[in-house]
């Protein structure tokens, strides 16, 4: 169990490794149930549910629900500053292997990432180290990122021919397509990782906000000089 910054509870059993899509991939694939809906300016369309969402939130939130994820089963130590001053470190468990971890999540990258670091880093340097390069719209890298796990879950498939897919929609050559039969069947995890990952805000509002503003910070960083202008 973890505190409301997705730091881990010295009283409580680590979590268990994931044994299906990680929180992030669901919180991705369910997007229109956890970040809010898009504004005026548009925002991602959420295939299965084919509802638009606030898309730069969606990608704050994927990589929250990854770093809580990550600490609740003690593979990393968060520590949330208590004034806006404050850095928000993360300490990796250095000797925990990568094998515990999805392959290609964020998850995975993450604490890939983080075990790289000789000491404690920044939630926000952790998350830019995420981009080997500054971008036109590193939120949008984000979901990039996590199409390669969804694609090794079975939740997208990449369509090389165009074929008609969900809703009547033809999909270009090449396209990822969604498997929405395959997405649905997750819906009870979910529900169950957002239930436990909201308990955390209630607990502590403070330092739940604190980690999603390092998060987010973290993401603009990579954002490419041109594109800010």
């Not at 010295?10 to 044994?19: G, N, Q, S």
């Not at 899509?21 to 694939?29: F, K, N, V």
């Not at 001053?85 to 999805?102: C, F, K, N, Q, W």
Request: aromatic share 6%; with cysteine.
């Amino acid at each position: 169990m973890t505190d409301a910054a997705g730091r881990a509870r010295p009283d409580r059993v680590p979590a268990p490794p994931p044994t299906g899509p990680t929180p992030s991939m669901l919180a991705y694939a369910f997007g229109e149930r956890i970040a809010p809906p898009a504004g005026t300016l548009g925002g991602k369309t959420i295939p299965c549910s084919g509802r638009d969402v606030d898309s730069d939130e969606l990608a704050v939130t994927m990589l929250h629900v990854a770093l809580w994820d990550l600490a609740r089963r003690e593979r990393i130590s968060l520590a949330a500053p208590r004034s806006p001053s404050a850095r928000t470190l993360i300490r990796p468990a250095m000797r925990a292997p990568l094998d515990g971890e999805v392959p290609a999540s964020l998850e995975y990258r993450l604490f890939r990432v983080a075990r790289s670091t000789p000491s404690d880093v920044d939630i926000s340097e952790l998350v830019a180290g995420l981009f080997p390069r500054d971008l036109d719209d590193p939120f949008a890298e984000v979901f990039s990122l996590e199409n390669e796990a969804m694609l090794r879950a079975g939740l997208m498939r990449l369509d090389a021919e165009g074929r008609v897919v969900t809703g009547g929609a033809a999909a270009q050559p090449n396209q990822l397509v969604w498997l929405c039969e395959r997405v649905a069947q997750h819906i009870v995890a979910f529900t169950t990782m957002r239930a436990e990952w909201g308990l955390g805000r209630e607990a502590d509002v403070e330092a739940f906000d604190a980690v999603h503003a390092a998060i987010r910070s973290g993401i603009e960083s990579r954002q490419a000089r041109a594109a800010r202008a």
